[in-house]
């Protein structure tokens, strides 16, 4: 009679527990499925449009991957073929909207500077606004080179580049010397 009772003891504990389990997993389940569609976040900073973007188009990130490529392959003019006629740029010490031919003569003369260049990708991410005004590639890659000195150098760096009509209309650059 005792082990009978044991028996039964084992297998109400065995039930109870597998029960409460499935109910704690169908409650987490609506737990987590309630605050994501229903939980609206109370972030440290405000801004006009938080969350505001979702995944963009793969051919901007081609558009901003193919300029870069072209710049780094010495190719100034297939660079300049991604650009707009005017293009706003804003690197360290420079924030200034130009059209595409002073924005060559720039870039020209600066590639012309390097015997040599190298870019690693790390990463890339396209972007388009919920109201799709606004469509954005950000790279993010390490570029070494050699000037027409010798000297080698590298840099970490991100690039943030607006596009409209498949063309870029602005180029941010944010660099991290490396030592």
Known sequence: ???????????FAFSSCSNQGTESKEATKDSTTATTSTTVTNYPYTID????WD?????NTMIALSAL???ENGNVEESMKYFGD??????DGLDKTMPADNLKAMFTSWR???KSMEVKMDDWESVI???KKDEWVTLWYRQKWEDAKGNKDSADYINDLKLKDGKIVRLDEYTRKLH
């Open 1 to 11: 009679m005792k082990k009978l009772f044991l028996f039964f003891l084992a297998g």
């Open 49 to 52: 449009h938080p969350d505001n």
């Open 86 to 91: 005017s293009i706003h740029i804003q690197f």
């Open 112 to 114: 012309n500077g390097y």
């Open 55 to 59: 995944m963009g188009n793969t051919a």
């Open 69 to 71: 490529k072209a710049f």
């Open 129 to 131: 606004s919920k109201d």
